[in-house]
């Protein structure tokens, strides 16, 4: 057991020595997107806009969060494709004598702290423009969840694809679509019921559901989290297979 | 020390006509190397040279056959055998976003060595190759030789008793190629085993104890390389080498 934690920090130590060097230059590149959401959906159209009796902008902090920590988590595990299909540095993970799920675990984690980052940065910024967001243990839990499950996308996509094309359709194709379409910006309940179908199917929803009723101090939806812890165990299933899979 | 029994790969391929079928890598060969030996697999381009020594240093599975490390099987105890290799690639693969130090660290790490050992050892392997000013600079910065030089370090960081060199002075200058043939005997001669991969025949002749001769995915022969040329009745390997895989293209046309 021990070994197979210090396999999980060598794989969590490369990626921090990275980020700590550029770590000025993450933060303030994480904040750009965000205020911009702020700014026109908070003070520009959000002014004239009420949701549930509440603000727009308080509506919005959840969406914000849910997408950002989705965009984030997924991004910070993409290098390792060019790690395995340029750089070929892959390899020395694939031939050293570690446990092969410690560089899975590794990795999430490693996404899962910037994402964080990023959404305690959000989080900053919302309450700076007057939003009323209450943060609990099972927020965060909720937050952490959605960053794992698009790391896992992320990786099961830096496995599997074999172009730097291709791991950008991934964006336009899955990430982009969930980002407006998953109760971000406004209600699923205003979408035609056939796509509302497929829409509730995605994990993306059920932490804009989450995140929205327990920021707003109600209860969560245990069929939400059902759906997320269902998620992120799969997906980590295919990981693990896909890695291991690398020596075949 | 290893043990190779027919050994074979295939691979999915896509034949002329479209179709999905296999393709044969690597056809059914046998060896063993003993301890300290410098140990060469010549061949042309195509040969399967590299892919036997990804299966040897388990990053592609073997379709059949089996490989022992001191009786161990790669099959049945992969990780311990895996700490008794050392691998230098034929192609440099660093971790581009680290250092030349952090690179090396990383490397320890992996191999689960404490954090006083990895410091000594670093630093004594990087003093040995003369690294040790570039200790902080970007892989990226260095130059041919000098990455070469250090993915040999790299694979000598946690004391392998096995080091697999594929390629390794491949479009070097002779003054470095020369310092890497150093390098490998004095290994060899403090007891590490050297498998190596090679299509430059003096480089065979001048380091390897014995030397197979792969083409097309089969072991024409295997000898040290003046038996090779008394054998053939031949003046240099690189006539012995020539020679036989010559005869196996023809063959194959026939």
Known sequence: MQQKLFDIGTVFWRDWVVLKRRLAKFLVSRMVAPLLYLVAFGWGLGRSISVDGGSYLDFIVPGILALNSMNISFNSITPVHAERVYHKSLEEYVSAPIWPDAFVIGKLLAALLRALLSSAIICALAFAFGARLTLSPLFLLVLALNCIIFAEIGFVAAMKINTFEEMGQVNTYILLPMSFLCGTFFHTAALPSLVRLIIDALPLTHTSYLLRALGSGQEASALSLFVLFFYCLVLYAFCVRFFRRLSD | ?254
Not at chain 2, 43 to 66: D, H, S
Not at chain 2, 182 to 198: E, I, N, P, Y
């Open chain 2, 1 to 254: 020390m290893i043990e190779v029994r027919n050994l074979i790969k295939r691979f999915p391929h896509r034949g002329k006509d479209g179709k999905q079928t296999e393709k044969t890598a690597v056809d059914g060969i046998s060896f063993s190397v003993k301890k300290g030996e410098i140990f060469g697999l010549l061949g042309p381009n195509g040969a399967g040279k590299t892919t036997t020594i990804r299966m040897m240093t388990m990053q592609t599975r073997p379709t059949a056959g089996e490989i022992l490390y001191e009786g161990l099987s790669t099959r049945e105890e992969p990780q311990r055998v895996k700490e008794l290799l050392g691998i230098v690639p034929q192609h440099i693969n660093f971790d581009q976003d680290l250092t030349v130090g952090e690179n090396m660290e990383l490397h320890a790490r992996l191999y689960h060595m404490g954090a006083l050992e990895r410091k000594k050892r670093i630093a004594e392997l990087l003093d040995y190759v003369e690294l040790s000013d570039v200790v902080n600079d970007g892989v990226r910065r260095l130059s041919g030789g000098m990455k070469r030089r250090l993915l040999i370090m790299r694979a000598l960081i946690h004391h392998p008793r096995i080091l697999f060199l594929d390629e390794p002075t491949v479009a070097l200058d002779p003054q470095v190629r020369r310092r890497i043939w150093d390098m490998v005997q004095s290994l060899a001669k403090g007891g590490v085993t050297v498998f190596l991969t090679t299509h430059y025949i003096e480089e065979a002749e001048a380091l390897c104890d014995r030397v197979a001769i792969l083409a097309k995915g089969r072991l024409l022969d295997l000898d040290t390389p003046a038996n090779l040329r008394e054998k053939t009745n031949l003046p240099s390997l690189e006539e012995v080498f020539l020679q036989m895989t010559e005869k196996q293209s023809a063959a194959k046309a026939i």
